[in-house]
Every structure is written in structure tokens, then in C-alpha cells.
């Protein structure tokens, strides 16, 4: 079966460090891969996402994630964290060779960022 | 536009109890998943629904739980009975056609509480 691993559960940071959370994925077939984040008392959103082309995807707020066919990797990083970023992110992948459209995550990563 | 929604946000019943969890997708999307978080473990796959019809139900736990999704707008997940093991956040993700787009947006979620 395919999984998601998040190696990290959790990440504490100080504020203005970089950060790299990790996420691999167990299959090397055709995958879209999606990275949500979850801050504190709200529902999942998505932060960035993988589907075709460069391999080097950004987020609006200064996240970028790089997919690694070759490592079945997609890890996530921000050069300078803010506070505001404390939240808990998923990775999340589409095996697509599988005619539904579910989504298998990995178990989240949370992400603490200290002043 | 408004996002998904999910009705309760919260509840908490005793074991044997029969819960109705209710979600709202985002108008005009044809796909509606749902999916659950157990304590301390990954977001997994329950279901997906393409309008009104059951596309894919490969994650449901058990027969005591039941999905609908009458006229192909808003969807119930019933879980009766109820046990102790049922208890997480239960989320809620709606899309568009799956050909254009892959991006699932999510509800905030019901958080299920069986005593």
C-alpha cells in the first residue's frame, strides 16, 4: 500500500531560522503532491502543490517545496520563519495510477516558532 | 464564496449514541470527500462522492457508518453506533472536475468526542 512519511511530528525553530520539514513518499509511480497547513483552530489549507513541470514549487508566503523523483521526496522549506507560522503542516500525495482521487497523507508535522 | 462547512464544529456523545455529521461543499464542486484524523495519527480517506453517486468508499471503516449525499449538494455521515474508537476530527474536502484541478479544499472540520 502507499504511504506518506513525515519523519518530524514536531519542529522547534526560533524565529528567523530556515526550516526544512520532511516528507517521502513510499511509490515511485506518476504522483501530484500537495503540501496543507493547519493553524491553530482552523481547517486545512493549501499551501503548495506539485502536479507537472518545474520540480521547484513556491508558496505565496515565501514557502517553497522541491519534488525529488529519484528520493520519492517533497520537502518543504522557508529560508526565514515568522511566528505566524506556527501551525501543523501535512504533506499529502495523489497516486495517480489509482483511478480515485484520494489523498494519502503523511501524519503532519507541527511546526513551533519561538521569539 | 463561501468555503466548506461542516456542521457541528463539536460533539461529544456516549458510546452506543448516533451522530450526524454535516457537510457543506463549495457551490457548483461535484466532488465531495470525506476524511478522518484519529488522535495522533495520519488524516486518512473515507470516501468520495461525484455528485450524488459514491465514486470511491474503500475507506470506511464499517457498516456503522453510512454516507449520503442526496440531490448531490450537501452530504451526511452518520456513524451508529458510536464507539470509543470513532472518536477524531472528521474532515470534510470538496473539488472541481478532476481533470482541470486536484486541489482539494477542506472544511474546518468536526471535532467527534465518544465517551
Known amino acids: 500500500a502507499q504511504s506518506v512519511t513525515q519523519l518530524d511530528s514536531q519542529v522547534p525553530v526560533f524565529e528567523e531560522a530556515p526550516v526544512e520539514l520532511r516528507c517521502n513518499y513510499s511509490?515511485?509511480?506518476?504522483?501530484?503532491l500537495f503540501w496543507y497547513v493547519q493553524y491553530p483552530n482552523q481547517g486545512l489549507q493549501l499551501l503548495l502543490k506539485?502536479?507537472?513541470?518545474?520540480?521547484l514549487v513556491e508558496s505565496i508566503n515565501g514557502f517553497e517545496a522541491e519534488f525529488n523523483k529519484s528520493q520519492t521526496s517533497f520537502h518543504l522549506r522557508k529560508p526565514s520563519v515568522h511566528i505566524s507560522d506556527t501551525a501543523e503542516y501535512f504533506c499529502?500525495?495523489?497516486?495517480?495510477?489509482?483511478?480515485?482521487?484520494?489523498?494519502?497523507f503523511g501524519g503532519g508535522t507541527r511546526l513551533m516558532v519561538k521569539p | 464564496e463561501a468555503g466548506v462547512t461542516q456542521f457541528p464544529s463539536h460533539s461529544v456523545i456516549e458510546k452506543g449514541q448516533t451522530v450526524t455529521l454535516r457537510c457543506d461543499p463549495i457551490?457548483?464542486?461535484?466532488?465531495l470527500y470525506w476524511y478522518r484524523r484519529v488522535m495522533g495519527k495520519e488524516i486518512k480517506f473515507l470516501l468520495h462522492?461525484?455528485?450524488?453517486?459514491?465514486?470511491?468508499e474503500s475507506g470506511m471503516p464499517n457498516n456503522r457508518f453510512l454516507a449520503e449525499r442526496t440531490g448531490g449538494t450537501y452530504s451526511t455521515l452518520k456513524v451508529q453506533p458510536a464507539e470509543l474508537e470513532d472518536s477524531g476530527v472528521y474532515f470534510c474536502?470538496?473539488?472541481?472536475?478532476?481533470?482541470?484541478?486536484?486541489?482539494?479544499?477542506f472544511g474546518p472540520g468536526t471535532r467527534l468526542t465518544v465517551t
Open positions: 474536502a470538496s473539488s472541481q472536475d478532476r481533470r482541470t484541478t486536484y486541489e482539494q479544499y
Open positions: 511509490s515511485s509511480v506518476s504522483v501530484y
Open positions: 506539485y502536479l507537472s513541470g518545474s520540480t
Open positions: 499529502a500525495v495523489r497516486f495517480t495510477h489509482n483511478a480515485g482521487n484520494m489523498l494519502t
Open positions: 457551490s457548483g464542486h461535484d466532488n
Open positions: 462522492f461525484v455528485k450524488e453517486s459514491k465514486q470511491d
